[in-house]
């Protein structure tokens, strides 16, 4: 396990180098290699005074030239550790965020549903009631849940439950009352489960 960790980290720290540096390919490899044989040339004729200065100059430059590689190479494998961490923490935090949508996702369903089913009996009820007032009391209480959770769940489920643009054939339900406001909002109810009822079942699937 801790060999695979590190080995896991030589291979990222020299993934790493290799873009920094440019090394990332063949064409730029073979340039990077051109560009240190003419840097340690050029530095060596800069430097062609023979001079025990010189000299010093000379092996510097080509030194810090050709130790550039293993140089960006180490700090990479220290930094590795720490990116290696990061990564993992996102990833967890990724997951525990889609885990987060995924269980609110399905209570705000469930209480949708459990909405639907009191729907289902007080539009039962609007068929056959007498008494409007305390009916429809219910039914204002009731659109006003359904569209808040809708809209929390998706904006396209609350603009297809408010306005109800058009009503079904299967919405046109006898009522017992004549009074037609009643009536439309029977109807209404019975358009609203429709559609409830077929964006959860889809959802679902």
């Known amino acids: 396990m801790v060999r695979a960790y590190w080995r896991r980290v030589s291979q990222l720290a020299l993934q790493d180098t290799l873009r920094a540096l440019s090394l990332d390919s063949t064409e730029r490899a073979v340039l990077r290699v051109i560009g240190t044989v003419v840097g340690v040339a050029v530095v060596w004729w800069a430097t062609k005074g023979g001079t025990t200065g010189d000299l010093a100059v000379r092996i510097a430059g080509t030194v810090a030239i050709?130790?550039?590689?293993?140089?960006?190479?180490?700090?990479?494998?220290?930094?590795?550790?720490?990116?290696?961490?990061?990564?993992?923490?996102?990833?967890?935090?990724?997951?525990?965020?889609?885990?987060?949508?995924?269980?609110?996702?399905?209570?705000?369903?469930?209480?949708?549903?459990?909405?639907?089913?009191?729907?289902?009996?007080?539009?039962n009820e609007g068929k056959i009631t007498r008494v409007i007032d305390s009916w429809t009391e219910q039914f204002h209480a009731w659109h006003a849940k359904v569209?808040?959770?809708?809209?929390?769940?998706?904006?396209?489920?609350?603009?297809?439950?408010?306005?109800?643009?058009?009503?079904?054939?299967?919405?046109?339900?006898?009522?017992?009352?004549?009074?037609?406001?009643?009536?439309?909002?029977?109807?209404?109810?019975?358009?609203?489960?429709?559609r409830l009822y077929r964006y959860l079942d889809r959802s679902g699937n």
């Open 66 to 123: 050709l130790t550039l590689f293993p140089a960006v190479y180490l700090w990479k494998f220290f930094a590795t550790p720490a990116k290696i961490d990061k990564e993992a923490r996102d990833r967890v935090a990724d997951l525990t965020s889609k885990l987060d949508i995924r269980e609110k996702r399905e209570r705000l369903r469930t209480v949708l549903w459990e909405l639907r089913e009191e729907g289902v009996k007080l539009r």
């Open 147 to 194: 569209l808040e959770q809708s809209e929390i769940l998706s904006v396209d489920l609350r603009h297809s439950l408010e306005p109800i643009d058009k009503i079904g054939p299967e919405s046109n339900e006898k009522v017992a009352t004549n009074d037609p406001f009643h009536q439309k909002r029977v109807s209404v109810m019975s358009e609203m489960l429709a």
